[in-house]
């Protein structure tokens, strides 16, 4: 069961705002909230409420749906904050040498999703099969292998399991040295 919920025009500026975000992402719903709830930050107050309002649609989504969902399993499956419109005050502030700066204040929209499903619980990177897979098949060997399959017209299991790129090289490197100490035998 996923809940979303977003806060619009929340003062304060997006980059602040994302401060506060980074430290509740992957985190259960109670610890999320006792982060927040101690953190000292401006943005964290509005962040609260937000968390807050996915919980209960979450929770108001499961009964309609004859789902029963507890608070305490759900977690921040995702949130991200958007940057706002800027007003542009006709106040100014001070700035340096006698000139002046316009103020400007900043906005920001918050959005939260919440989930309690156990197949997208939060798990450790690279534990899972499809994160191995995905760990194995690094940019430069897929790289590799789709331009020998183009070039030399071998399958694609073929080129999987061809050498990645620095194996070949160090393989290289000591081929040659070794046949520069058996050129400097022969010579001797």
């Known amino acids: 069961m996923e809940a979303r919920a977003s806060a619009k025009y929340l003062r304060g500026s997006a980059q602040k705002a994302r401060l506060v975000v980074d430290m509740i992402r992957g985190k259960r719903v109670g610890e999320a909230l006792a982060i927040l709830q101690f953190t000292n930050k401006r943005a964290a107050e509005g962040i609260e409420k937000c968390l807050r309002s996915a919980i209960a649609n979450a929770t108001e989504a499961a009964e309609r749906n004859n789902v029963a969902v507890d608070p305490d399993d759900l977690f921040v499956k995702t949130c991200f904050v958007d940057m706002g419109p800027t007003k542009h005050r006709r106040r100014v502030r001070p700035a340096p040498q006698g000139r002046a700066y316009r103020e400007q204040r900043h906005f920001c929209h918050v959005t939260v999703l919440v989930s309690s ?35 030399g017209g071998a399958s694609k299991k073929a080129a999987a399991t061809e050498e990645p790129a620095a194996e070949k090289k160090s393989t290289q490197r000591a081929s040659r040295k070794t046949e520069a100490a058996q050129t400097e035998e022969t010579t001797e």
């Open 117 to 151: 499903g156990d197949d997208t619980a939060p798990k450790a990177k690279g534990k899972t099969p499809a994160g191995k897979a995905a760990k194995e098949a690094s940019p430069k060997t897929a790289g590799d292998g789709k331009a020998a399959a183009r070039k």
